[in-house]
């Protein structure tokens, strides 16, 4: 099995896809940022709340952190009550792993378990980015381990995201029901072989939309290699680049692109753009007629925060201690105001005078959440031609 420390139940939904992404990111680490520091101090928070201990209330300095973790607690709390305190264990944080594969393990948020039913609780902080339950490798993976490392047989198996901050139309807690026997099939038929691919020296890389998520993904030569041979594969773009073949990098050894080179494929970033939004427009185009693109659909986007009367704003704002270069830009977006963290009397008022735009419509994957806004062709009556064409017609 494989040797790459970093090969965890907590990234297999990562490593399930690429076969190289162990190798790819050893040494990089995470990348620190405000979405994970953010994510960090929420789970932080929520094992304490599990674990009983005395937390600030809404005043704390975290107040966005410990709504979140609140959020998934009282799930906890609601789901321990109905399965029976008594004869029911939660664990939080806990270790679990696959037998026989010492590299396969993880700390799964929330684990509820008696002798009929399992359930993993895995609490999501992003905002954008949709969490899938019923994708989900990690949910599944933890789920195996858990069955694995407490041996204990479920009759019902629940994987549960807690996702408060998402901001579409979904539910912000999400749960797919499974069996022993749909899990261990795809324990033996997904988990356990993509896990014995990373034990390749030289397996290639697969670039999928993933890869934004991957700490090596701007030296990693699979991604690159992937995105030129779609690109020179086409005539237009073939021409439109001048060359009959395109290496990202000079030198594939590189850990760095060269500098000239990276300054040639800047220059060729307009056109790659352009490129790439033609193909969706084109796209979008041949789904609202009916036809079919396999693999994606046309699900609604979403619409823009907006201040629904600026006069009402600046009336609620004044002789507050917002300083007046702030007052300037909330004006201009509604999300930054609420980013100031002011009085909790103050951001209700101003929560209250935010309109929300209504949304267009993006071309999205076939397996992605959201339902397709393309009419039922074949649900609408076709007109009738008249008898006789109007005159104007004739």
Same mark, same amino acid.
């Given at each position: 099995?494989?040797?790459?420390?970093?090969?965890?139940?907590?990234?297999?939904?990562?490593?399930?896809?690429?076969?190289?992404?162990?190798?790819?990111?050893?040494?990089?680490?995470?990348?620190?940022?405000?979405?994970?520091?953010?994510?960090?101090?929420?789970?932080?928070?929520?094992?304490?709340?599990?674990?009983?201990?005395?937390?600030?209330?809404?005043?704390?300095?975290?107040?966005?952190?410990?709504?979140?973790?609140?959020?998934?607690?009282?799930?906890?709390?609601?789901?321990?009550?109905?399965?029976?305190?008594?004869?029911?264990?939660?664990?939080?944080?806990?270790?679990?792993?696959?037998? +026989?594969?010492?590299?396969?393990?993880?700390?799964?948020?929330?684990?509820?378990?008696?002798?009929?039913?399992?359930?993993?609780?895995?609490?999501?902080?992003?905002?954008?980015?949709?969490?899938?339950?019923?994708?989900?490798?990690?949910?599944?993976?933890?789920?195996?381990?858990?069955?694995?490392?407490?041996?204990?047989?479920?009759?019902?198996?629940?994987?549960?995201?807690?996702?408060?901050?998402?901001? +579409?139309?979904?539910?912000?807690?999400?749960?797919?029901?499974?069996?022993?026997?749909?899990?261990?099939?795809?324990?033996?038929?997904?988990?356990?072989?993509?896990?014995?691919?990373?034990?390749?020296?030289?397996?290639?890389?697969?670039?999928?939309?993933?890869?934004?998520?991957?700490?090596?993904?701007?030296?990693?030569?699979?991604?690159?290699?992937?995105?030129?041979?779609?690109?020179?594969?086409?005539? $237009?773009?073939?021409?439109?680049?001048?060359?009959?073949?395109?290496?990202?990098?000079?030198?594939?050894?590189?850990?760095?692109?060269?500098?000239?080179?990276?300054?040639?494929?800047?220059?060729?970033?307009?056109?790659?753009?352009?490129?790439?939004?033609?193909?969706?427009?084109?796209?979008?185009?041949?789904?609202?007629? +009916?036809?079919?693109?396999? +693999?994606?659909?046309?699900?609604?986007?979403?619409?823009?925060?907006?201040?629904?009367?600026?006069?009402?704003?600046?009336?609620?704002?004044?002789?507050?201690?917002?300083?007046?270069?702030?007052?300037?830009?909330?004006?201009?977006?509604?999300?930054?105001?609420?980013?100031?963290?002011?009085?909790?009397? $103050?951001?209700?008022?101003?929560?209250?005078?935010?309109?929300?735009?209504?949304?267009?419509?993006?071309?999205?994957?076939?397996?992605?959440?959201?339902?397709?806004?393309?009419?039922?062709?074949?649900?609408?009556?076709?007109?009738?031609?008249?008898?006789?064409?109007?005159?104007?017609?004739?």
């Amino acid at each position: 099995m494989s040797e790459h420390a970093r090969l965890s139940l907590s990234h297999s939904d990562t490593w399930i896809t690429c076969a190289a992404w162990p190798r790819m990111v050893e040494g990089f680490g995470d990348e620190e940022s405000p979405e994970i520091e953010f994510g960090n101090v929420s789970h932080a928070i929520l094992e304490s709340l599990l674990m009983g201990e005395n937390l600030p209330g809404e005043d704390s300095a975290k107040p966005e952190e410990n709504a979140c973790a609140r959020v998934a607690f009282d799930y906890v709390q609601e789901r321990w009550q109905a399965m029976g305190t008594e004869g029911t264990t939660c664990l939080t944080e806990s270790k679990v792993s696959i037998d +026989g594969h010492a590299d396969l393990w993880g700390s799964a948020d929330v684990i509820l378990y008696n002798e009929d039913v399992l359930e993993i609780i895995d609490l999501k902080t992003g905002v954008g980015t949709y969490v899938d339950e019923t994708t989900s490798g990690q949910l599944k993976a933890y789920a195996q381990g858990a069955i694995e490392t407490l041996k204990i047989f479920p009759k019902e198996i629940r994987l549960t995201i807690v996702q408060p901050r998402y901001w +579409g139309n979904e539910d912000k807690i999400r749960t797919l029901v499974t069996t022993l026997g749909d899990l261990a099939a795809w324990t033996a038929n997904i988990l356990i072989p993509a896990a014995i691919a990373t034990d390749n020296p030289i397996a290639e890389g697969t670039a999928t939309e993933r890869c934004k998520h991957c700490a090596g993904r701007h030296t990693c030569e699979y991604r690159d290699r992937a995105v030129a041979s779609s690109l020179v594969a086409d005539p $237009l773009i073939q021409s439109t680049m001048e060359v009959e073949e395109m290496d990202i990098r000079s030198n594939k050894d590189a850990v760095i692109y060269d500098n000239e080179r990276l300054s040639e494929i800047l220059m060729m970033l307009p056109v790659i753009r352009e490129y790439c939004t033609s193909l969706e427009e084109h796209a979008l185009e041949i789904l609202m007629k +009916g036809e079919k693109v396999p +693999g994606y659909k046309v699900v609604a986007s979403g619409g823009r925060s907006n201040w629904l009367n600026t006069d009402d704003v600046e009336a609620a704002i004044h002789g507050t201690r917002i300083s007046k270069d702030a007052h300037k830009q909330v004006l201009k977006t509604p999300k930054q105001i609420l980013a100031l963290k002011p009085s909790s009397g $103050l951001k209700k008022k101003l929560e209250g005078l935010i309109g929300h735009s209504d949304g267009g419509r993006k071309l999205a994957l076939e397996s992605s959440k959201g339902e397709s806004i393309v009419p039922a062709f074949d649900a609408v009556p076709q007109q009738e031609t008249p008898a006789e064409l109007p005159a104007f017609l004739q």
